[in-house]
């Protein structure tokens, strides 16, 4: 028996010409590249390719959160200059959501009961109260807004395009940055595999009659977080809320019957999936995950990735090799490069195949179910 590999974080290291860090989106959603990965040699393709690419009664499972303008520039009492990127609205009372977390850029930190003052454009402000620290490693600022949160990001907030895009957010952005079926706002990154799909794509889908089904879950600015250690169980991975609706796990398992295949779109939507059946059967309800999706990983739901190509020594660089296998992920990502393929939120995609060794899927109901 083949031992099994111990990786380090090193393992999922590469080198990008940063040319190949896409900027700006394609002209059109659906006419970005996509690199067929679900056997090597890869093929290139054109994405609005990929109906043809799946089987009538496969099913694409999506994430339609939607993001908030969450990034705010202002100022303290003291006139020192601050940004702020919220990470999370909470929950509020019938009076609003009036309370978030988020990063806090400034010269010196805001201390609890101090105020910041959020401008818009037009010179517009309002207060917001420190009330203190908060979140992982305290690494986050709770604010109290003077009203609904999403009301106020509305106004005063703008697109929270990654650290990665330099350029300042624009109308275009507004647009772009956004999936055509977003619906709960929440996240503050997009999910990005997702930003292909146009009304032409999914009407090929439609016609070819491959089912559609959603998940929501907010994405958070800790998907742009850095490994920052050597060792992979080190790392601390961040939290995100999610829900998997009934009709979800009903339309798997209607799928799983007829012999279909589960295309997750985007790595949100299989950590969502992947999480809501790590008891063993998929569970339908709304949670947190901090999932850490690693090569080892035992997959119970998805069969197919559409995917973006993600940042080196990250996270999601260990998902989409957890998923497809290493060696594939590596070769793959060498491919691309040679190709001049666009990498990051507004780069090409990849459809991917899940590595046979990492299947152990079960039904909702919890039998044993390997697709055809």
Not at 124 to 148: I, K, M, Q, S, W
Not at 312 to 320: D, E, F, G
């Amino acid at each position: 028996m083949t031992p099994a590999v111990t990786h380090t974080v090193a393992d999922f290291d590469f080198d990008l010409p940063p040319e190949l860090i896409a900027q700006h989106p394609a002209a059109e959603r659906s006419a970005s590249r996509l690199l067929d990965g679900r056997t090597l040699p890869a093929v290139e393709r054109v994405f609005r390719e990929l109906p043809a690419l799946l089987s009538p009664g496969d099913l694409l499972v999506f994430n339609d959160t939607k993001v908030i303008r969450a990034r705010l520039y202002g100022a303290k009492d003291t006139g020192g200059g601050v940004e702020a990127l919220v990470e999370r609205v909470l929950p509020g009372a019938a009076d609003g959501r009036h309370e978030v977390w988020a990063h806090l850029r400034a010269s010196k930190s805001p201390k609890a009961g101090q105020t910041v003052h959020f401008r818009d454009a037009a010179g517009a402000t309002f207060a917001a109260e420190v009330l203190g620290r908060c979140g992982p490693e305290n690494g986050l600022f709770h604010l109290r807004l003077p009203g609904d949160a999403l009301a106020l990001l509305e106004q005063f907030g703008h697109v929270p395009l990654p650290p990665y895009i330099t350029h300042a957010d624009d109308a275009d952005d507004e647009r772009r940055y956004q999936t055509v079926f977003a619906r709960h706002p929440g996240a503050v990154a997009a999910p990005t595999a997702a930003l292909h799909f146009d009304e032409g794509v999914l009407a090929a889908l439609d016609a070819r009659g491959i089912g559609r089904a959603s998940v929501t879950l907010h994405v958070g600015a800790g998907t742009f977080q850095p490994v920052r250690v050597d060792t992979i169980a080190e790392h601390r991975m961040h939290s995100e809320w999610f829900e998997v609706p009934q009709a979800t796990v009903d339309a798997i398992a209607a799928t799983r019957a007829r012999g279909g295949q589960v295309v997750a779109v985007g790595t949100t939507t299989l950590r969502s999936l992947e999480s809501a059946a790590l008891g063993g059967t998929l569970q339908a309800g709304a949670r947190e995950t901090d999932i850490f999706i690693t090569p080892g990983f035992q997959f119970r739901v998805v069969d197919r990735l559409v995917t973006n190509f993600h940042l080196p020594r990250s996270t999601l660089m260990m998902l989409v090799s957890a998923f497809a296998g290493y060696d594939t992920i590596r070769t793959l990502y060498a491919d691309a490069i040679t190709r001049q393929m666009r990498f990051f939120s507004y780069g090409d995609a990849m459809l991917l195949q899940r590595a046979a060794m990492s299947a152990n899927h079960t039904d909702p109901a919890g039998n044993s179910a390997v697709p055809g």
